[in-house]
């Protein structure tokens, strides 16, 4: 029998004789035929999938209704599961899932309270299982009158909390002036622009957009298949293989793109590929690997012992692949190419590195730290953008033919989007010309670095030390952070947006300040004359210490993949120890 393991029957206290107790307590009845089946039958859409009366549906010795009674999610599990099941009083956690076992048990509740509201059955006791069963049903509201799921709410409070832990962010407006840069058309100066060399107005790069744009016009016109390839786009993407010294290359709209698209086809074309990933990498590397579902490993930030003994885990003949940056754009750390390569050729691995804080910057022709230090050919795939050191937009990956091709031709990412514009590619394709043989704007970008980094070291502000153009100014604090930069562009006209959580773990907030050609040692000298004074108005103690302890090291960044494989509960916190001490926290 079915009902038995239906939990409304159960709630009901229904067995196998047709009689109702005075005292209220019981409603006993032969199933078979009664008026509570019919109801139930109307009601259930598991018992009314099968089209079928209620004296059929309860057989289950019938196979096929068998099948339809197994389907409910809830009594489904018990019908198998007979030998255990009791009639009365068994208690499953699936019963609160059933539409009618909450009724049900109101219901009997209520008139356990208040036998006055049980139908009438004077001289006709066998009456009371069809009205029974419709009194339940009345009493109980209709699913389409309960209360309404407040889906806003749910995020406004998830906007409430990140304003009250003062991480929420704020866009400023900065329109930039071309010709002036890094000034804004309100005359305030930028200090956190990704457009490092100042490539953003170079004129080279503004003509050849402004060329594009009356020759081809506005848009693409479509995606890469359909009617939206240009000729600016295959010249740039010959460029770009030129650049790194690969066989070809392929645009994407940007590099997140590039890289959740190209490590998740990856993945899905070998299979078993295991991915061993650096536990600093980028949100959009991470995205990647989280899409592909392969099984993966984070290894320590920049720790090759902690990646062979990861790799050693695995023989030879499992396909594996490393990912890792050349430079990591908060802390400014560089990455070990040239001793990961080694790893991958030891234990047979594909190289996938992320050039994106280094092309443009890094290399005799700006093809980045890769290049600098004389292991490009030992890359598999480069990944890159052209909106930061090129001054434009787009992403792209660079390798052999047989890997662009295979991602041109089974990445959804880049199969289903529309191609990037002539003009953006235009401009692209100005600017990594131009830089390929122009050395002027590395050399200054570098310098202007090195300078700014030395002069917050003489003024004892806690900058961190770094080898790159990066140069990380700590904090510590969200709120303060946030505090500290509306103070800067209110009383000083500097801009510099506070970096914080998910950007860098909880406890590192920081300025991250991006000197280039464009700014000039007298901005300098303002920027650190008013950052000074902040500091004092404050009251952060001028001297920090960074404690570069092990945890530094290893780079436990509050990343989703590192979640699950650290701890399983909440994300972790890079301990980097920022000795500031504000008395206005409080």
């Known amino acids: ?21 005075a005292d209220h307590s019981m409603y006993t009845g032969n199933l078979t035929g009664s008026p509570m089946m019919t109801t139930l039958h109307n009601q259930c859409p598991f018992i009314a999938m099968a089209k079928r009366n209620y004296s ?14 197994t389907r409910c999610p809830v009594s489904g599990k018990n019908v198998q599961d007979q030998t255990n099941a009791t009639v009365n009083g068994r208690t499953d956690g699936n019963v609160s899932k059933c539409p009618f076992s909450s009724m049900a048990s109101s219901f009997q509740q209520k008139a356990t309270l208040d036998p006055s509201i049980l139908p009438s059955f004077t001289n006709s006791p066998l009456k009371s299982l069809g009205e029974i069963a419709q009194t339940a049903l009345n009493m109980s509201p209709s699913t389409d009158k309960e209360e309404k799921i407040d889906y806003t709410k749910q995020f406004t409070t998830a906007i409430d909390k990140v304003k009250s832990e003062g991480r929420y962010r704020v866009f400023r407006n900065m329109t930039r002036q071309c010709g002036n840069f890094p000034h804004s058309d309100d005359n305030t100066v930028v200090w956190c622009s990704n457009d490092y060399l100042g490539m953003g107005q170079n004129p080279k790069v503004i003509d050849a957009i402004q060329r594009a744009v009356q020759e081809s016009g506005a848009g693409s016109g479509g995606t890469r298949n359909i009617a939206g390839t240009n000729k600016y786009h295959l010249e740039l993407e010959q460029e770009l293989a030129d650049l790194h010294q690969k066989e070809a290359a392929l645009l994407f709209a940007n590099c997140y793109s590039a890289n959740q698209s190209a490590i998740s086809t990856i993945v899905k074309l070998i299979p078993g590929l295991v991915l061993f990933s650096d536990a600093k990498n980028h949100a959009s590397l991470i995205d990647g690997i989280k899409q592909s579902r392969a099984t993966k490993h984070v290894f320590k930030h920049n720790d090759v012992d902690d990646l062979r003994d990861n790799l ?127 050395t002027i704007e590395r050399q200054q970008h570098q310098q202007r670095a090195s300078d700014l980094k030395r002069m917050l070291k003489s003024a004892g502000l806690p900058v961190m030390d770094t080898t790159t153009h990066i140069v990380p100014l700590m904090v510590g604090d969200a709120a303060l952070c946030k505090r500290m930069s509306d103070r800067l562009l209110e009383k000083y006209k500097i801009y510099v947006q506070p970096i914080n959580y998910p950007t860098v773990p909880v406890g590192t907030e920081r ?47 509050q990343h989703e993949y590192e979640k699950e494989e650290r701890d399983g509960k909440g994300l972790p916190l890079l301990d980097i120890m920022v000795n500031v001490v504000s008395s206005s926290r409080t």
Not at 408 to 419: Q, V
Not at 524 to 544: C, H, I, Q, T
Request: hydrophobic fraction near 40%.
């Open 1 to 21: 029998m079915f009902a038995p393991y239906c939990p409304y029957f159960k709630s009901m206290s229904i067995t196998n004789n047709d009689t109702y107790n």
């Open 56 to 69: 059929t549906v309860i057989n289950t010795s019938n196979t096929g209704n068998q099948n339809q009674t």
């Open 312 to 438: 050693s885990k695995y023989p030879k003949s499992t396909p594996k692949m490393i990912i890792f940056e050349s430079v990591y754009s908060m802390d400014g750390t560089v990455a070990p190419i040239e001793q990961f390569c080694d790893l991958a050729e030891e234990f047979n691995c594909l190289t996938f590195l992320d050039e994106v804080h280094a092309v443009g910057l890094y290399g005799d022709r700006g093809a980045g730290i890769a290049e600098r230090d004389g292991v490009m050919s030992r890359i598999d795939i480069i990944s890159g953008t052209l909106a930061k050191a090129f001054g434009v937009y787009g992403g792209y990956i660079a390798a052999n033919k047989q890997i662009v091709d295979a991602v041109r031709s089974f990445a959804p990412g880049f199969i289903f989007t529309s191609a990037l514009p002539p003009s953006v590619t235009a401009g692209a394709l100005a600017a990594v010309h131009h830089l390929k043989s122009s």
């Open 511 to 557: 300025f991250r300040l991006t000197p280039g050609p464009v700014h000039t040692p007298q901005m300098m000298a303002y920027l650190v004359d008013s950052l000074k004074e902040l500091w004092e108005e404050f009251k952060l103690e001028s001297k920090v210490e960074l404690q570069q302890s092990q945890k530094v090291r290893e780079g436990v960044y």
